[in-house]
């Protein structure tokens, strides 16, 4: 894994925690060192799989969703 690569996962960590506090998508983007939601957006799908707003949302549903298998 290349550091690029290890930075962006360690964001997507960080921006899971957020997202399951309640941080508005938006915010958590910015708290994570994107300047643009959208550039989050993409990069949380490519390694997740999902976007944020999907994840909340299993979350509120009462899904877990572990990271492995994901990345």
Do not use: C
């Not at 690569?5 to 899971?16: D, G, P, T, Y």
């Not at 309640?22 to 390694?47: D, H, L």
């Amino acid at each position: 894994m290349t550091f690029a690569q290890w930075r962006i996962h360690a964001r997507v960590r960080v921006a899971l925690g957020l997202l399951a506090a309640g941080y508005p998508v938006s915010s958590v983007s910015r708290r994570v060192g994107y300047n643009n939601p959208s550039a989050f957006v993409q990069v949380f799908r490519k390694v997740m799989g999902h976007t944020p707003g999907w994840y909340v949302s299993s979350l509120k549903a009462g899904n877990r969703h572990s990271l492995a298998g994901s990345e």
